[in-house]
């Protein structure tokens, strides 16, 4: 079992960075690939970003490709989303996800997830 929580959401004018993190206690953090996902009001849940347990391996949606950045300090057992170029389409609940294996792009490949930070972009 992995407990996962979610900080570094907040209100951003569009344009703006921002950078999400997550901290896991419990099992060891080098089991997991790591995810993060978001959630838009009335939207189903998306893929953002994922990473490999070493780090090595990251994957991206097209939407925040070249603008996203993940990546985990394993020292830390953190794992940071950094956010740039932010746009209105980009305000979701934001959510931190974790498997063994290898990092996947859809949700239902995850069990373990945190309760989620509002990011918020104003025009």
């Known amino acids: 079992q992995v407990h996962l929580v979610e900080s570094g959401g907040g209100l951003v004018q569009a344009g703006g960075s921002l950078r999400l993190s997550c901290g896991a206690s419990g099992r060891t953090f080098t089991t997991f690939a790591m995810g993060w996902f978001r959630q838009a009001l009335g939207k189903e849940r998306e893929f953002v970003a994922a990473?490999?347990?070493?780090?090595?391996?990251?994957r991206y949606a097209d939407s925040v490709k070249d603008r996203f950045t993940i990546s985990r300090d394993i020292a830390k057992n953190t794992v940071y989303l950094q956010m740039n170029s932010l746009k209105a389409e980009d305000a979701a609940v934001y959510y931190c996800a974790a498997k063994v294996g290898n990092p996947e792009t859809v949700a239902v490949a995850y069990p373990h997830w945190g309760q989620g930070t509002q990011v918020t972009v104003s025009s």
């Open positions: 990473i490999s347990r070493s780090g090595g391996n990251t």
